[in-house]
């Protein structure tokens, strides 16, 4: 599989995401999730122009490119010229929202002043494993890729012109294919169409559908032939009608800037224009990294199937989830949390009351490599977080059999921490027996929120700090409904107790290990004294700080000394090692900007902002890192961690 680390751009709807090159190239296919069955190795679509090779139209010397959306759409328009011939082509990629297909349609332009006889090419690979090979066939005038269960279907209203099931990688640049099969055995296939003479001028369209299907129930494709005879039914104008009207009204419903952003920023031209554009892309981003049935979040489309560069970003962590889920909350999205509550982490919640580092959003388990204790307040805390949203005390009692179990789990987890263990209790017993090792008979460090330390940390000691809170609030609204049952009230009231007992305990435990006396700020681990911003989680969002507490103030000092880049943007803690550790995040500086709102500087959190405004890219999208030289996005674009806190830090 060929490297391809940078999603540009996304389209999809409620069971597709497909992730496009800035040049218009699809890259990533997930169907019918959004982080698995990703579809396609290679896809690309090309013309030989009268006696011209292959063009790819992704990629040629002489294409020259320009990509936008359609306006609060997720309508991708890619622009080619190829100058050589002055053939226009403006490709058009979207998903229906009422379907589950990708159309593109294209439009060719004659711009020169000779004929031009153009033949369309589809290059495509699918994904394959060793022992789950791709097979291809030429079916009902389409290209039918398939691998066992799942298949993937290519073909327009016009008939095929050639095709070429084996060897493709041999002749494809020619632009010539031809194959006497019907059926082969290569993952690597191509059709073609002809779209005839273009004079100088005119123009001609033509539309590709591509249809993913997963566990294929007949042998013979029955279903999806049914299907592609039905999606050529399709009358285009007023599918992409519908498409652009369906995602303009989703975000206007969900478009809740508030007032004191609808000001021009005199120090920075387009500022406001720019902001808006990332305050939209996020709300039209969303719904595509959402699990339709579950509710589970995928952090992002993935950037590195290979593992080349980091340990992979398509899955769904609770903790990353949790932070979305306040952003959703924040833009209205609040059915879409309550399912991720009562579905995905119901489902994902471990027999001892606790979730695991990440998830398939499907809610099986993904590849792990630690154990995570935030990953488990996180979702208590989030519960309450979306109650005080929507006051309806139905999802309190939905949830909270489930973090309660929770709670037992954190409280078994503190007792290690602060030495107040009970010998006697059997929910312990059961947890430690699951982690027991020869040399260790606590319960596992857990790695720190960047997940590369294991230790105790400050900021997952803040997250159960809050999650003890949270709590303690859940069980006041809950009480009510057991006040028949005198058994139920007098076990809530013994974990009342022992929560607020360990509440302070942990306070102290706090102040005595997690605090320099020399320096006067807070630690972010009891190991060692690097500057790091997730010391920031303690004062939002886990409030066991106040913003303007002596010890937060000399720590804010210290990472403006520290991790301040000269750009604006903060890196994520001193000597980071992932991918150099030079690049600011945005995640970082809108954490600093959200801690300057509630210390009540304003002026320090726009600048902040500011800075994440100057770094996305030409639509809106965020990404993890930032290139400090040319403040554009470095590393995995669109994740769903860095606009949810871009979404927060506007809405406080």
């Given amino acids: 599989m060929k490297t391809k680390y940078y999603n540009d751009a996304f389209i999809g709807n409620k069971n597709i995401l497909a992730t496009y090159s800035k040049n218009g190239e699809l890259l990533r296919l997930y169907y019918p999730n959004p982080d698995f069955r990703q579809f396609i190795d290679f896809f690309g679509t090309g013309i030989k122009i009268n006696d011209s090779g292959m063009i790819y139209l992704h990629e040629d010397i002489n294409n020259k490119y320009n990509q936008y959306y359609e306006e609060d759409t997720n309508v991708l328009n890619t622009e080619i010229e190829n100058l050589y011939y002055k053939l226009k082509v403006k490709q058009m990629d979207y998903a229906s929202t009422k379907k589950d297909v990708i159309i593109k349609h294209y439009v060719f332009e004659n711009g020169g002043s000779i004929d031009l006889n153009v033949n369309f090419l589809v290059h495509s690979k699918l994904i394959y494993e060793e022992n789950n090979s791709v097979g291809a066939q030429i079916k009902n005038n389409a290209l039918i890729q398939y691998c066992h269960d799942y298949a993937l279907a290519t073909f327009s209203k016009d008939r095929i012109a050639s095709h070429q099931l084996n060897d493709v990688q041999n002749n494809i640049q020619s632009g010539v294919i031809q194959d006497k099969d019907y059926i082969g055995m290569s993952a690597d296939s191509a059709i073609s169409y002809d779209i005839g003479i273009i004079k100088p001028g005119e123009k001609k369209e033509f539309v590709l559908f591509l249809v993913p299907v997963h566990k294929i129930s007949e042998g013979d494709n029955k279903e999806l032939l049914e299907k592609i005879d039905e999606i050529r039914k399709i009358d285009i104008k007023a599918e992409k009608q519908n498409v652009v009207r369906y995602w303009r009204k989703f975000v206007k419903d969900h478009y809740k800037l508030g007032e004191k ?3 021009t920023n005199k120090n920075y031209k387009g500022y406001l224009e720019n902001l808006n554009k990332i305050y939209k892309r996020s709300i039209l981003l969303f719904p595509l990294l959402i699990d339709e049935t579950t509710g589970g979040i995928v952090a992002s489309a993935e950037t590195d199937e290979q593992k080349t560069q980091c340990g992979r970003y398509a899955y769904c962590w609770t903790r990353d989830a949790v932070f979305i889920c306040s ?16 579905i995905f982490c119901k489902k994902t919640q471990s027999k001892n009351g606790m979730w695991e580092q990440r998830f398939y959003t499907d809610g099986n388990l993904a590849p792990c490599w630690g154990y995570q ?15 005080k ?15 309660d179990k929770a709670v037992r789990f954190l409280e078994r987890y503190m007792d290690n921490i602060l030495g107040t263990k009970d010998k006697s209790d059997i929910v312990k017993k059961e947890i430690e027996e699951t982690y027991h090792t020869e040399n260790r008979e606590k319960l596992p460090l857990s790695y720190d929120l960047w ?35 005198r058994l139920k009230l007098e076990n809530i009231h013994k974990n009342i107790v022992r929560i607020k007992k360990q509440l302070e305990v942990m306070q102290k435990y706090v102040s005595q290990n997690l605090y320099n006396e020399k320096t006067k700020t807070l630690k972010r681990n009891i190991e060692d004294d690097k500057t790091d911003i997730s010391v920031l989680g303690s004062v939002y969002p886990f409030e066991m700080f106040g913003p303007k507490e002596k010890k937060v103030l000399n720590t804010i000092e210290k990472i403006n000394l520290t991790l301040r880049t000269y750009t604006g943007g903060y890196l994520r803690f001193e000597q ?4 150099g550790g030079k690049n600011p995040w945005p995640i970082s500086t809108l954490w600093m900007a959200m801690y300057y709102q509630k210390a009540g500087d304003n002026k320090k959190a726009k600048e902040c902002i500011e800075f994440v405004v100057k770094s996305c890219n030409k639509h809106g999208l965020l990404g993890e890192q930032v290139d400090n030289g040319s403040l554009e996005p470095n590393w995995v674009i669109g994740l769903g961690w860095s606009h949810a806190m871009f979404i927060l830090a506007l809405g406080k």
């Avoid at 204790?373 to 109650?387: F, K, L, M, Q, R």
């Fill in 261 to 263: 952003y609808q000001i």
């Fill in 327 to 342: 952003a959703l909350d924040e833009i209205g999205m609040t059915k879409e949390v309550e399912k991720f509550y009562k």
């Fill in 373 to 387: 204790i935030d990953e488990t307040a996180s979702v208590i805390y989030g519960v309450y977080e979306h109650y």
């Fill in 389 to 403: 949203i929507t006051k309806e005390e139905k999802f309190i009692k939905d949830t909270f059999k489930m973090c």
């Fill in 451 to 485: 997940e590369m330390n294991e230790g105790v940390h400050l900021y997952s000691l803040a997250s159960i700090n809050a999650a003890y809170n949270a709590m303690l609030k859940i069980y006041e609204i809950i009480e009510p409904e057991y006040k028949e049952n």
């Fill in 576 to 579: 980071d090692s992932y991918r």
